[in-house]
């Protein structure tokens, strides 16, 4: 018998890794999201998100959602808000927005940390994206989350 004990507790550990390995992915749908500190609109807003903003579902209590973004930073979302939209958030400063997929396409613009954007497509490494303003283009995923 115990013998069985540290094979169940290594069963249970792999488990519990996996299933957050696979944790849920979506994406705000609303223009504007409030972020809480609890499962209720009774709980302080602590932050807001835009359109697309994605996130990883950590827990969900309800209606409502626990989730970390891609700084690991954690809030509480109502969940009418959210969709499985295929979203990317970008993850560093001044990354380039360019007019196809590759960098001898023309910039179209430039993008710092923490702008969504919904994916049109992809080709390789890089993802024909559009942010919520209609400002679109092509950007590689080595720059976003």
Avoid at 19 to 37: C, F, G, H, P, T
Avoid at 123 to 140: E, M, N, S
């Amino acid at each position: 018998m115990n013998k069985l004990i540290p094979i169940v507790l290594a069963i249970i550990v792999a488990l519990a890794g996996a299933d957050y390995a696979q944790a849920e992915r979506l994406s705000v749908k609303a223009d504007i999201a409030n972020i809480r500190s609890g499962p209720n609109t009774s709980d302080s807003v602590i932050w807001q998100v835009e359109k697309y903003h994605p996130l990883k579902v950590v827990q969900k209590q309800g209606r409502w959602y626990l989730f970390e973004d891609f700084e690991g930073d954690r809030g509480w979302i109502h969940n009418s808000l959210l969709s499985d939209i295929n979203a990317v958030i970008v993850k560093n400063n001044n990354c380039n927005v360019r007019s196809g997929p590759g960098t001898d396409n023309d910039i179209q613009f430039t993008v710092n940390k923490g702008v969504p954007f919904k994916v049109l497509k992809k080709k390789g490494d890089w993802l024909h994206v559009v942010h919520a303003d209609g400002d679109q283009g092509w950007i590689h995923r080595s720059l976003v989350w």
